[in-house]
Nanobody, 127 residues
Framework: DVQLQASGGGLVQTGGSLRLSCAAS????????IGWFRQVPGKEREGVSC????????YYHDSVKGRFAISRDYTRNVVYLQMNSLKDEDTAVYYC????????????????????WGKGTLVTVSS
């Protein structure tokens, strides 16, 4: 079975850091672009960051550029999202998703074209 297991969320103070992990199984990890999306109740889901396959190409939402960093470990089939200098507005449920191919399609939107989704992990940033 295809699984995308997001973890690493929690409560953190404004300005703090968290690292989210997305563990993938049940599909050929090397062939899929992986993305992180987030959603706040009452608002549309938005793409936060995506990473391509072997070329390492990445996408970041303007609001997280310079603060978040995405990476992937091909030996462990895991994608990480390092989140630094967290702001209150980063509070959301974060989801990871996978899409077959190298192209970072759908990352700038709500992720409708992603093939697989995991359950989310809640990030709460509070002062």
């Amino acid at each position: 079975d295809v699984q995308l297991q997001a973890s690493g969320g929690g409560l953190v103070q404004t300005g703090g850091s968290l690292r989210l992990s997305c563990a993938a199984s049940g599909f050929n990890f090397d062939d899929y672009a992986i993305g992180w999306f987030r959603q706040v109740p009452g608002k549309e889901r938005e793409g936060v960051s995506c990473i391509s396959t072997s070329d390492g190409n990445t996408y970041y939402h303007d609001s997280v550029k310079g603060r978040f960093a995405i990476s992937r470990d091909y030996t462990r089939n895991v994608v990480y999202l390092q989140m630094n200098s967290l702001k209150d507005e980063d509070t959301a449920v974060y989801y990871c998703a996978a899409r077959l191919g190298w192209a970072l399609i759908g990352c700038s939107g709500a992720g409708e074209v992603m093939d697989y989704w995991g359950k989310g992990t809640l990030v709460t940033v509070s002062s």
